[in-house]
């Protein structure tokens, strides 16, 4: 199964808005937990991320939540642009001696109309 | 300006053809990984490698194999390419203690 899960293959927010993108996991042990951004033909990069002894992170318009109890992870994204428009890819994994085996989740479509 | 190549960018082959991806990086990286990305399915690891000659399996290796001599190069083979193939192949590589992954700009595959 899906170790990794958006359940929200789509969400469209107004410009201004808060935008909460969200994430599911199974496994117990993973210890590290990122959101990446995709524009359509560009490469994944990595945009937050927080490990488990925190539950959570602010970088500016970005927050990421962690529920570790409920294996459950968002991100938050206040004051939403249109050019946060982009697919958002949530990652989990553990840590293994300084590298992690990130499973991703099947991507958020985040669509800021404006 | 920290890089990771992939190349190429779009591949055209038949099914039962060899196929080569290539993939490189400038910043010696340990690990290098190589995923697909499908409609729905998000990024699937298929294989991982933590330096020079020591690869590991990751979610979906049947049908690929790879490739590491050298710390900033890393191939992904196919042997004998299936339709089922044809995806958008992704390269990353993340420094030895970190997790952030550096992708390429993805390989588009075609498998008639």
């Known amino acids: 199964g899906q170790q990794v899960k958006q359940s929200s293959p789509s969400l469209t927010v107004q410009e201004g808005g808060i935008s909460i993108l969200n994430c599911d996991y199974e496994n117990d042990m993973f210890d590290y937990f990122a959101w990446y951004k995709k524009y359509p033909d560009n490469s994944p990069t990595l945009l937050i991320s927080?490990?488990?002894?925190?539950d959570k992170r602010e970088d500016g318009r970005l927050t990421v939540f962690l529920n570790k109890s409920g294996k459950h992870f968002s991100l938050h994204i206040t004051a939403s642009q249109p050019e946060d428009t982009a697919v958002y890819l949530c990652?989990?994994?553990?840590?293994?001696?300084?590298?992690?085996?990130?499973?991703f989740g099947e991507g958020t479509k985040l669509t800021v109309s404006s | 300006d920290m890089k990771v190549t992939q190349m190429p960018r779009y591949l055209i082959k038949r099914m039962g053809e060899n196929v080569l991806l290539e993939c490189g990086q400038d910043m010696s990286h340990e690990t290098m990984y190589w995923y697909r990305q499908d409609p729905g399915l998000g990024l699937q690891l298929i294989y991982i490698s933590y330096d020079v000659d020591s690869n590991s399996e990751g979610d979906i290796p049947k049908g690929y194999r790879v490739s590491r001599k050298k710390r900033e190069h890393f191939s992904l083979i196919l042997d004998s390419a299936k339709t089922n193939q044809t995806s958008v192949y992704f390269c990353?590589?993340?420094?030895?203690?970190?997790?952030?992954?550096?992708f390429g700009s993805g390989t588009r595959l075609t498998v008639l």
């Open positions: 990353a590589s993340s420094p030895g203690g970190e997790e952030t992954l550096y």
């Open positions: 990652a989990a994994g553990e840590n293994q001696g300084g590298s992690a085996k990130l499973i």
């Open positions: 927080v490990r488990s002894n925190v």
